[in-house]
């Protein structure tokens, strides 16, 4: 019969990967958490990946400061109700000749329903009605926004193949060694 120590010496190959994998989670739930304007709901939330340079200004007076292109962005998809507590300096995301588009409010009108909407590294403006905004940016991530789009590339699925491969031979090896 075993004792403990020798269990936990014999076993620390699956303590440690176990160990791993719980901190990764509480890790992710974590980014999660602040990514998404602090809150773990998800029912109203939809991520983009900004694919232009209109945010990346020098904007830090707000809760969304500016943001470069390839940003992932998490926004909160908007009732009507919502709409109407809009104000200065959010970050909206609108339709706009059949492209999503992302631009702050720098002023708002909520009698007629129209927002003069500016990107941060943008010297024109939109007029945009109510009725065509899509969403409020609640969390930007930069970072994030590097990994997708390393991931959507072809050699993110080169390395994972090879990375899976060398754990597979990690774990049979470690396999045949316990035999």
Not at 66 to 72: G, N
Not at 104 to 123: E, F, S
Request: charged share 25%.
């Amino acid at each position: 019969m075993m004792n403990w120590s020798e269990a936990i010496v014999r076993n620390r190959g699956r303590i440690l990967a176990a160990s791993a994998i719980i901190i990764l989670l509480c890790c992710s739930l974590g980014f999660l958490y602040i990514f998404n304007g602090h809150s773990l709901d998800l029912t109203d939330r939809h991520m983009t990946l900004v694919a232009s340079d209109s945010m990346d200004g020098d904007v830090h007076d707000f809760e969304i400061d500016s943001f470069p292109s390839d940003t992932l962005v998490m926004e909160k998809k908007l009732s009507q109700k919502d709409k109407k507590n809009l104000k200065d300096g959010d970050v909206i995301s609108y339709e706009k000749s059949g492209t999503l588009e992302f631009g702050r409010i720098i002023a708002i009108d909520h009698g007629t329903g129209l927002a003069m909407v500016k990107g941060d590294n943008r010297d024109s403006t939109d007029n945009v009605y109510m009725d065509e905004v899509e969403g409020m940016v609640v969390g930007t991530s930069h970072f994030m926004g590097i990994i997708v789009n390393f991931v959507k590339s072809n050699a993110a699925f080169i390395i994972m193949t090879i990375a899976l491969l060398a754990v597979a031979i990690l774990l049979l090896s470690f396999r045949r060694r316990d035999q």
